[in-house]
């Protein structure tokens, strides 16, 4: 089977989806202080250096899963039908995800009223667009193995 753009689109969900961890969700500034949300916890600035106040431990682990799972479904070029299906299970854990981390944003303290987004809070929908292009790819891919079985 072939495998083209969709593992550059599925690679790219995977690293998108893995940014959380690295890029904060929400930042505000409460005072003197200044707090920021990851996929990793709650952060606050103290002295020049953030430090945790609280771990999402549970947020952290489903991040890389679902990273996990876009890469996975890289290897998994030889049957399509179960790749595309895989995709869309991808897209749903990626809203509900997204969803999850928007519970974890309103515990930042002064609420979201006053919180900056930040890349954090797109990247998910990033991600889905990225898997929504790889699933284009395969049926681009199944249309061109379908012309070349009528030519033969």
């Known amino acids: 089977m ?7 689109w599925l690679l790219l969900a995977a690293l998108t989806v893995s940014s959380l961890l690295i890029f904060p969700m929400v930042t505000t500034t409460v005072g003197s202080d200044e707090y920021q949300v990851l996929a990793t916890g709650l952060y606050q600035k103290a002295s020049g250096e953030f430090k945790q106040l609280e771990a999402y431990l549970p947020l952290m682990i489903a991040t890389i899963a ?15 039908t179960a790749q595309k299906r ?10 509900g995800l997204s969803f999850w981390c928007s519970v974890y944003a309103k ?4 609420g979201l009223e006053v ?3 930040n890349v954090g809070m797109f990247a998910p929908a990033i991600a889905i667009f990225f898997c ?4 284009r790819g395969i049926n681009h891919d199944e ?4 012309s070349a079985d009528r030519l033969r």
């Open 107 to 110: 515990k930042i303290p002064g």
């Open 66 to 80: 679902v990273a996990l799972m876009s890469l996975a479904n890289i290897f998994n070029f030889k049957n399509r």
């Open 115 to 117: 919180a900056n987004y």
């Open 132 to 135: 929504i292009l790889a699933l």
């Open 143 to 146: 249309k061109l193995i379908r």
């Open 2 to 8: 072939i495998q083209r753009i969709q593992t550059i």
């Open 86 to 95: 895989v995709i869309m299970a991808n897209v749903v854990l990626i809203i």
